[in-house]
């Protein structure tokens, strides 16, 4: 109890006086939170006075302002620790590997001391401490936020809309079960945990297939929940709007609908409504990070699918300008940055192409936030850098390749992957066209090196270099 109070006071004084910033790094899965996070905080703690060309175009890293960043205790000493060590580690394996994807939330705290440029604080005191509060958490559970605004018939026939002849095919086992389920007779627990399994099943071949847009999320990464009955409902997708008016004026309490009623309203209030409140509710600046390459390789479909999770990302977050008053009482988000990751999978005059890409990808919520008066920015990096951009001479005419470890074969490979395309595909353009946008293995790190990335500079100067003035 007292030290949640002191948890919320530390909070409160430090949001008064503008030095603390909650940064919400968010993106459907695989999208490479993790990698990001790790890069982030490597490039920070490497900052010094003397050397800091790893960042040439973070203004308060090139001018020396920033005097020191070091790790520090968080306030919040319920939620895991995340493993920045454990991840280092990976990258210098021989061969080194990417960090493991996340399955729970983590958190970490950074101190950033700097010299002030400007404001009224520097009268009173030369140096300052920005307080950076990052939070990972697995990619899974972004897309439960939606069924917040939700109740069991809406949800169900939100999922009915988006179900194609490719999902169909995938939920064959689960819709023959669902289709001889009667919903008014009395539960039986036995075959209720049968067919959520086999709904589990169905969500667990959509990723496979690369498919993003997974609900409920936690099915296919349910951590300490695993097994719990919080966890074994699914959603009637072939009711009309008279059955389902008829099924909650007459099912018994006891009824096969009635439970699935009552524990997807659980599922709902206690499960996703406490993981808002406690990681999504008070965020101060955003990233969303989108893999846009691999989808092309996999479907139309997954495209697709990428594209309306992404679209459901802006619904659950407060957009807005931060002023004294917000910042105590309604944190709101006033800087919001849309990033296309694997930039070095690609060769630099296709850059342009990958930013136009996820422009077009999130343009409705994008232009939402730009409504609001949120600063935005696009951009494309490569948080841990797998690939290294080369000039090749082929038949006496020379281009643009990108060489490394192809991760499907380990070979070390130079080649040319492709144009990425400025626009959303349309159909005809599926039909003629093949994506293959290979995967590339991280290089090995050594002790005490700096994480090779690609624009990461740019994503800590809008994130960060107005706190640092």
Known sequence: MFNSLQKEVNQFIDRGLDRSLRLAVTGLSRSGKTAFITSLINQLLHINRADNSHLPLFDAAR?????????????????????????LAELMQNPPHFPQSTRGVSETRLAIRYERQSGLMRYLKETGTLYLDIFDYPGEWLLDLPLLELDYQQWSQGLSALFSPHRQALAQNWLNKVATLDLTAVANEDVLAEIAQDYTDYLQA????????????????????????????????????????????????????SVLEKRYEYYRNKIVKKFYQDYFAHFDRQVILADCLTPLNHSRQAFEDMQEGLTQLFHNFHYGKRHLLSRLFSPRIDKLMFIATKADHITTDQLPNLMSLMRHLVQKGGSYVEFEGIETEYSAIAAIRATQQVNVTQNGQKFKAIQGVRSSDLQRVTLFPGSVPM?????????????????????RLEQGEIIPHLRMDTVLQFLLGDKLD
Request: proline content about 7%.
């Open 206 to 257: 959509c990723k496979a297939q690369g498919l993003h847009f997974i609900q409920p999320g936690r099915f296919v990464l349910p951590a300490e929940l695993e097994g719990a009955p919080a966890l074994q409902f699914f959603p009637l997708l072939q009711l009309t709007d008279e059955q389902w008016k008829q099924l909650k004026n007459t099912a018994s309490s006891n009824s096969y609908f």
């Open 63 to 87: 001018n020396h302002r920033i005097l020191g960043v070091k790790r520090i205790a968080q306030q919040d000493l319920s939620v895991p620790r995340f493993d920045y060590e454990r991840n």
């Open 423 to 443: 626009n959303i595909p349309n159909e005809a353009f599926w039909q003629q066209n093949k994506f293959e946008f290979d995967q590339f293995e991280p290089q």
